[in-house]
């Protein structure tokens, strides 16, 4: 930029009603390092920032002395130490820069090395509980059952205990272990009561939604065959007994006088809880009466009705397009940022989207976006400056007419299911053991463009599949292995004259479009 220029972005960011804001949280921050700290060498300080706080700073030194620092603060302002307050500043606090030489080092006696040694502790339950396969009851049950040495590895892995043991001098660290042990009590109580108040709160907070889904009729269940208890299961609880509570425990409940209910068949035995809260969210979303408390959905929603098939078939037509025109809301904003790395046109916007099984019209109020694996009426409108960007296309209708070449060919391949999707979304996360089983065991192969399975094959997918086809031994293991080739070769788009009986509908979709000359599903 020239000098003016420059001088217009500086005085814009001197105007800015966010600097304050900016200020005041760079005041806190600092501050509370400074009172973590008995001394600290100025040398060290740029380096203490970052790792305690994640603040990037510059020393201000003439002539090898150190005048104070510069922070680069992560919103894009730049402040001079000066700028925030006169208790930051290094020269009025020689109480900890003013010990010459002495090692940077962190005050065990202070209230902030206690507020962070309880915090690790904190955090290590939370982990534990988090990071289990399948956590055995709730958190509070946790952890009840939970000494110092069963979360110690959770600790001593931690970000903070690294930090803190490494500005402790070596005849000292001793004294992390033994603050360890002395505030370990006093944190599990009162993480153990707060956690039994939460529970006991969203347990009767599910209740009243149930109330409410049932009166608002969203979904055709009732008592009859126990069709109920779907709803139930998609909100995390069971009915036994006449009462409610969650489905791994029976620590908390209420009343609910059902008599004897039947057990629909085919009832999911596990579902994971990060479906269950998204289902609790698109709930909240659907009986809420204004727009202002709803929580955000994200790209979760769209394959609820994958994991609760029997409960979503059973949703009443207008709340379902509802759900769906959410779903396909939240789900575009996240493909877009996950296309975003790839795309380099907006042709390529389109076709990426198809390639999932999603597909574009043009209105008279703008563009929308519909799938396959929704109700064709079902859509979402985009935003207006999406809409600009797609225009600009040149030859706009013969790119949004050649859609249904991609779509059509979705369908008759049987990927208009939601399978497909999933196991796509799962490439894109860098889940690629599970997406290997997918394409060797299940079957399913994934709705995604070329380019990027090509990027995921290269990024560890490809090692995946091979591994889970050596893992057999004899011939289950000439099985998979064949599996595992054709597998490959069907995402790279290979195929030899041995390979040609092989179905590979995934090569198909990605790379011979125009083989398809159905015209099943028109736009």
């Given at each position: 930029m020239s000098g003016p220029k420059l001088q217009k972005v500086f005085d814009a960011n001197s105007k800015s009603k966010l600097i304050p804001m900016h200020r005041k949280r760079l005041l806190n921050q600092i501050g509370t390092t400074y009172g973590l700290f008995k001394a600290i060498r100025p040398e060290d300080l740029a380096e203490t920032l970052k790792e305690y706080q994640n603040i990037d700073i510059k020393l201000d030194e003439k002539h090898d002395t150190i005048l104070g620092y510069t922070i680069y603060d992560k919103?894009?302002?730049?402040?001079?130490?000066?700028?925030?307050?006169?208790?930051?500043?290094?020269?009025?606090?020689?109480?900890?820069?003013?010990?010459?030489?002495?090692?940077?080092?962190?005050?065990?006696?202070?209230k902030q090395f206690k507020l962070e040694i309880q915090k690790l502790i904190k955090e290590a339950f939370y982990t534990s509980y988090l990071k289990s396969i399948k956590p055995d009851g709730l958190l509070s049950e946790n952890i009840a059952t939970k000494n110092l040495i069963d979360i110690f590895p959770q600790i001593i892995s931690s970000k903070t205990h690294i930090?803190?043991?490494?500005?402790?001098?070596?005849?000292?660290?001793?004294?992390?272990?033994?603050?360890?042990?002395?505030?370990?009590?006093?944190?599990?109580?009162?993480?153990?009561?707060?956690?039994?108040?939460?529970?006991?709160?969203?347990?009767?907070?599910?209740?009243?939604?149930?109330?409410?889904?049932?009166?608002?009729?969203?979904?055709?269940v009732g008592m009859e065959k126990g069709s109920v208890r779907l709803l139930f299961q998609s909100l995390g609880l069971k009915y036994h007994d006449n009462r409610l509570s969650f489905t791994d425990s029976k620590r908390h409940t209420v009343p609910l006088v059902l008599g004897h209910l039947p057990i629909p068949n085919a009832m999911e035995e596990y579902v994971f809880t990060g479906f269950v809260r998204q289902n609790h969210s698109v709930l909240k979303v659907l009986t809420a009466k204004g727009a202002d408390n709803c929580p955000k959905l994200n790209a979760y929603a769209i394959f609820l009705p994958m994991i609760f098939p029997k409960l979503y078939a059973a949703m009443e037509l207008g709340f379902r397009r509802q759900f769906e025109k959410a779903a396909l809301s939240t789900y575009?904003?996240?493909?877009?940022?996950?296309?975003?790395?790839?795309?380099?046109?907006?042709?390529?916007?389109?076709?990426?989207?198809?390639?999932?099984?999603?597909?574009?019209?043009?209105?008279?109020?703008?563009?929308?976006?519909?799938?396959?694996?929704?109700?064709?009426?079902?859509?979402?409108?985009?935003?207006?400056?999406?809409?600009?960007?797609?225009?600009?296309?040149t030859d706009l209708n013969k790119t949004l007419m050649g859609q249904r070449i991609v779509i059509n060919a979705l369908v008759k391949d049987g990927k208009n299911n939601l399978k497909n999707l999933w196991a796509g979304h799962l490439m894109e996360r860098g889940m690629y053991d599970r997406v290997a089983f997918m394409l060797t065991e299940e079957k399913v192969y994934p709705n995604l463009h070329r380019e990027m399975v090509q990027h995921h094959m290269e990024k560890g997918l490809r090692k995946s599949i091979i591994e889970i086809s050596e893992h057999k031994t004899g011939f289950r293991q000439n099985r998979m292995l064949r599996k595992g080739v054709y597998a490959i070769s069907a995402l790279l788009g290979n195929r030899g004259k041995e390979q040609e009986e092989v179905y590979n509908g995934f090569k198909d979709e990605l790379t011979d479009w125009s083989k398809y000359k159905s015209r099943g599903l028109s736009m």
């Open positions: 919103s894009g302002f730049t402040f001079m130490e000066r700028e925030l307050g006169q208790s930051i500043r290094m020269e009025q606090r020689p109480d900890i820069f003013g010990n010459g030489d002495t090692p940077t080092e962190i005050d065990i006696d202070s930090f803190l043991e490494n500005y402790l001098p070596k005849d000292r660290k001793k004294l992390l272990s033994e603050a360890l042990k002395r505030e370990f009590p006093a944190v599990k109580e009162r993480l153990y009561r707060l956690e039994t108040k939460k529970e006991k709160e969203i347990l009767e907070s599910k209740f009243r939604l149930i109330g409410e889904v049932l009166e608002k009729g969203i979904f055709d575009l904003k996240y493909a877009e940022q996950m296309h975003a790395p790839y795309e380099k046109s907006p042709k390529d916007y389109i076709a990426f989207f198809n390639a999932k099984g999603f597909y574009f019209e043009r209105t008279e109020k703008g563009f929308e976006i519909k799938s396959i694996f929704t109700d064709h009426k079902a859509s979402c409108k985009l935003p207006k400056r999406t809409g600009l960007y797609l225009n600009s296309v």
